[in-house]
């Protein structure tokens, strides 16, 4: 049984018919910066918290570079302080990318490389030798294949494609949150 995978399916559907029933409420909670955002910030701060615990005793470098990944990807997130009224560095990185944060800069394609590094976790082959505890399991990958193909047929639709995009960044770093959280609970073993 895939339970993670099973879960964003589940999640996906109900998220398509109520864009069907209800395409205004399901549109407004799934607005940018609308209560399913800020539960993705939410979310993505457990996340973080998880892998530092996954960390310990020790420092850990897997987990600890992940906590640090989605460190930057949470403020990236919160355009750097800027969406929760803190727009001094958002300010900053504007002047510099043309944007309040940098995953937005170049009409998005820079989203692509904050994408990398969770590819490269949860799909390269053979990573189970050297990221030892904190290698993806079998539920872990098949979710985030699945996450990765609804973020393409997300963006097949351009009525629909923010809010599939919200949705499936909210169920991301759940997915992470949930990884770190097993990563966490797993006894010692040897993670370089």
Same mark, same amino acid.
Request: aromatic share 10%; net charge positive.
């Given at each position: 049984?895939?339970? /993670? ?5 589940? %999640? ?5 018919? =109520?864009?069907?029933?209800s395409?205004? %409420?399901? #549109? ?8 399913? $955002? ?6 993505l701060?457990? +996340?973080?918290?998880? *892998?530092?615990? +996954? ?6 470098a ?5 906590? &640090? @990944? ?6 990236? $997130? %919160? ?10 560095? &958002? $300010? !900053? ?6 944007? !309040?944060?940098?995953?937005? #800069? +170049? /009409? ?5 490389? @904050?994408?990398?590094?969770l ?12 990221? &030892?505890?904190?290698?993806? %399991?079998?539920? $872990?990958? *098949?979710? @985030? +294949?699945?996450?990765?193909?609804? @973020?393409?047929? &997300?963006?097949m639709?351009?009525?629909w ?16 949150? =949930? ?12 993670d370089?």
């Amino acid at each position: 049984m895939l339970p /993670r995978t099973f879960t964003i399916l589940t %999640i996906a559907a109900v998220a398509v018919a =109520a864009g069907w029933t209800s395409p205004a %409420i399901t #549109a407004e909670l799934l607005a940018k910066e609308g209560p399913a $955002e800020h539960a993705s910030h939410a979310v993505l701060a457990a +996340a973080v918290v998880a *892998w530092l615990l +996954a960390s310990r005793p020790g420092g850990r470098a897997v987990p600890l570079a992940m906590a &640090g @990944f989605l460190a930057l990807v949470l403020v990236e $997130e %919160i355009d750097w302080g800027s969406v929760y009224g803190w727009p001094a560095v &958002g $300010e !900053r990185v504007a002047a510099v990318f043309g944007h !309040r944060n940098m995953h937005n #800069a +170049a /009409r998005g394609s820079s989203y692509l490389l @904050f994408a990398l590094p969770l590819v490269a976790y949860y799909l390269a082959p053979g990573t189970g030798r050297w990221l &030892g505890r904190a290698r993806p %399991i079998r539920d $872990e990958r *098949w979710a @985030f +294949a699945v996450l990765g193909a609804l @973020f393409v047929a &997300g963006n097949m639709s351009a009525a629909w494609e923010r809010a599939a995009q919200e949705l499936l960044e909210l169920l991301l770093y759940a997915l992470l949150l =949930a990884t770190g959280l097993r990563v966490a609970r797993e006894p010692g073993g040897k993670d370089r």
